[in-house]
Nanobody, 111 residues
Framework: QVQLVESGGGLVQSGGSLTLSCAAS????????VAWFRQSPGKERDLVAH???????TYGESVKGRFTISRDDVKNTLYLQMNNLQPDDTAIYYC?????WGQGIQVTVSS
């Protein structure tokens, strides 16, 4: 079991930036893939960004060119750098590390 703690969310104006962090602890396996998802009220949980086991990175279409996912395997931390944030990016953001999910963190973008 992997325990995850997300941080870095909050309120930002349109066009602003935030960096989310997801600190992992517990039974971390080096082969685990990692990802960020988000969910807005009344909508399904959607993939934002994913680092595959082999290192390939994929992004959701709506965040390409604006968001960057990265991981630090020494610190066991996953990051999501979010630039040029828009009101449609408002959601609860969840990190996933292997089979484990974080509790979620709110990101609100005001227009």
């Amino acid at each position: 079991q992997v325990q995850l703690v997300e941080s870095g969310g909050g309120l930002v104006q349109s066009g602003g930036s935030l960096t989310l962090s997801c600190a992992a602890s517990g039974s971390i396996q080096s082969f685990y893939d990692v990802a960020w998802f988000r969910q807005s009220p009344g909508k399904e949980r959607d993939l934002v960004a994913h680092i595959h086991t082999i290192g390939k990175i994929t992004y959701g279409e709506s965040v390409k060119g604006r968001f960057t996912i990265s991981r630090d395997d020494v610190k066991n931390t996953l990051y999501l750098q979010m630039n040029n944030l828009q009101p449609d990016d408002t959601a609860i953001y969840y990190c996933r590390w292997g089979p484990s999910w974080g509790q979620g963190i709110q990101v609100t973008v005001s227009s």
